[in-house]
């Protein structure tokens, strides 16, 4: 079997942060490696997941095909209602507001999401570079993004881009919350959920520490830690024994490309 | 022999002359899908000015009146094309100063309809705190739950003075037919069907009410709530109509290219929306032959 591509070795470590009674909720992002990100390794995740040791796990494609069968899938989606999602078999089709399900209640464990920036709070910003009164870019606005990192049990933030445009000190606009004043401070908040619970780079997988702030879990195979630090625009903690990210399995790989990824979207 | 009912068919024309300058106005539709495209390329020829958009995800329904300097308010979570990008218009637009963004979560978007669906002033969140979202809108006021103390959020309801949406058919009452396998643009569409008194249905086509009478359980909004009724064949083009037909990825690859800069938008505006005289006339700019290849495999 070839080697894993990064893309692959990804969804294994989604699928191995997932837990068997998981609700999984993915948005539907679009455009190249953010689509990849943001939706196809998540989705592949939690299918590999559903495969190996959480059968009764749930995904949420783009929040309204719940459980769709992935591996009918021969392109990764264009768009929320794209011909080709409409025609995969799935438990639910989710047609309305309010949905089937009680979102704000905390049905969903975990969500996924991307942003244009994240900071060391782990605040997340997908409305604006710059300020309200001289805005650089108008990007397209919070979206689901509070519900995101207020009322799902926990977020994993999927970033198609690893450099110090991405990873701020601080966002320009906390669209998503992560932990101003630390794990406290979050608290003070009152929200349902937990928060962010990892960030996933093409770099590398970045923890929460119990005080609130990001470090450094994982780097992928071929990246070295200076690369790493270079491409941070906050000063990243990176533990001297940081570990790789674990290549998958012989065995998950097979049941990845057999089950889930058929058409080899994550190896495109 | 009994008097006739009240037909409500006017022309397009006649339907966006309710729409006064500076009004408040909510279109349906949800980012690239159901939107009212042929209702605000008539407000764009009628040359509407100061308008306020209230809506949820919008699109290019939004892009395109911002764009032709209609509006000056936005209320939303979303303004975005999806897959072919930003919203050019809406981008220049927010950083010249020129449109003045008020941002929602997107739950809290759709729950501002659902309270003036309800006849409330206001709607709740408990997922705003801490966020930016509510930092920069002094219209998102915290709050503590009576009940439980928690602390809340509260914000205005939608309370559009005027609703459009584009339905797959309707008659001449009103009666607006939803399909039972729909989606959530569709379903979005009834909630802002609700929200507001002056409720303005394009339709893909005019059924009789015979026809409706027959299947009355596909009724989605009675004709009652209805004011005016408009047939619009392709009326969503280029967006996705819901049992009508699919996006048109080179429209919207035109359009983008063409709104990269505001001359350029406006050739755009000057071929197939000032340029024509009405959908029709739109239509006949577009062509039969890409019409007809957008067709849905389940168009009636």
């Known amino acids: 079997m070839s080697t894993p591509t990064l893309h692959e070795t990804l969804a294994v470590a989604v699928a191995a942060e997932l837990r068997p009674d998981d609700v999984g909720f993915t948005g539907l992002t679009t455009g190249g490696s953010a689509a990849m990100f943001g939706t196809m390794i998540p989705l592949a995740g939690m299918e590999l997941a559903r495969h190996l040791h959480a059968p009764d796990l749930v995904s949420l494609l783009a929040g309204w095909c719940h459980n769709p069968t992935l591996r009918d899938l021969a392109e990764v989606p264009g768009s929320e209602f794209d011909p080709a999602l409409l025609r995969l078999s799935c438990d639910n089709l989710d047609m309305g507001w309010p949905p089937t399900m009680s979102l704000k209640r905390g049905d969903v464990t975990v969500g996924f999401s991307t942003a244009a920036q994240v900071d060391r709070q782990l605040n997340v910003n997908t409305t604006r570079i710059g300020t309200p009164e001289e805005t650089k870019v108008a990007l397209v606005g919070p979206i689901l993004i509070p519900e995101h990192f207020a009322l799902f049990g926990r977020e994993i933030v999927m970033l198609p881009r690893h450099d110090t445009r991405t990873l701020v000190e601080r966002v320009d606009h906390i669209s998503g919350v992560g932990f101003p004043g630390g794990r406290k401070g979050r608290e003070s908040l009152s929200l349902l959920g937990a928060g962010p619970a990892l960030v996933i780079t093409p770099l590398c997988i970045i923890d929460v520490g119990a005080d609130g702030l990001p470090f450094v879990r994982s780097i992928h195979r071929g990246v070295t830690r200076e690369q790493v630090r270079a491409s941070t625009g906050f000063d990243i903690d990176i533990p001297a024994d940081v570990a790789t990210t674990p290549e998958p399995s012989a065995e998950d790989l097979a049941v990845l490309r057999a089950e889930v990824d058929p058409h080899g979207l994550l190896r495109r | ?300």
């Open chain 2, 1 to 300: 022999m009994s008097i006739a009912r009240t037909s409500k068919l006017v022309t397009m024309a006649q339907a966006a002359a309710m729409v006064a300058d500076g009004a408040r106005i909510a279109l349906g539709g949800l980012s690239v899908y159901q939107h009212p495209m042929a209702f605000a390329h008539e407000l764009v020829r009628q040359g509407r000015r100061g308008l306020t958009s209230v809506g949820v995800l919008n699109g290019p329904e939004l892009d395109l009146l911002i764009g032709a300097g209609c509006v000056i308010r936005v209320e939303t979570s979303y303004v975005g094309l999806e897959k072919f990008g930003l919203a050019p218009n809406f981008r220049r637009a927010v950083e010249n100063g020129l449109v003045e963004a008020e941002f929602y979560s997107e739950m809290a978007a759709f729950d501002r309809f659902r309270a003036s669906e309800d006849g409330l002033a206001f709607a709740v969140s408990k997922a705003l705190a801490g966020t930016d979202v509510a930092a920069e809108n002094p219209k998102i006021v915290p709050f503590d739950c009576p009940i439980t103390g928690t602390r809340l959020s509260a914000f205005p309801s939608a309370e559009p003075d005027v609703a459009v949406i584009h339905a797959v058919a309707a008659d001449e009452y009103g009666n607006v037919l939803l399909p039972t396998r729909h989606l959530l643009p569709q379903s979005f569409d009834m909630i802002v069907a609700r929200s507001t008194q002056t409720l303005i249905v394009t339709a893909e086509r005019i059924i009789s009410n015979a026809e409706v009478r027959r299947n009355p359980h596909l009724t989605g909004v009675p004709g009652f709530r209805v004011a005016a009724v408009v047939e619009a064949p392709y009326g969503a083009h280029p967006c996705h109509s819901l049992d009508a037909n699919e996006i048109d990825d080179l429209h919207f690859a035109e359009y983008v290219e063409a709104a990269r800069s505001q001359a350029g938008f406006e050739a755009y505006l000057d071929r197939y929306v000032r340029g024509t005289s009405d959908h029709a006339g739109y239509l006949t700019e577009i062509g039969e032959g890409r019409l007809a290849s957008l067709r849905s495999a389940d168009a009636a």
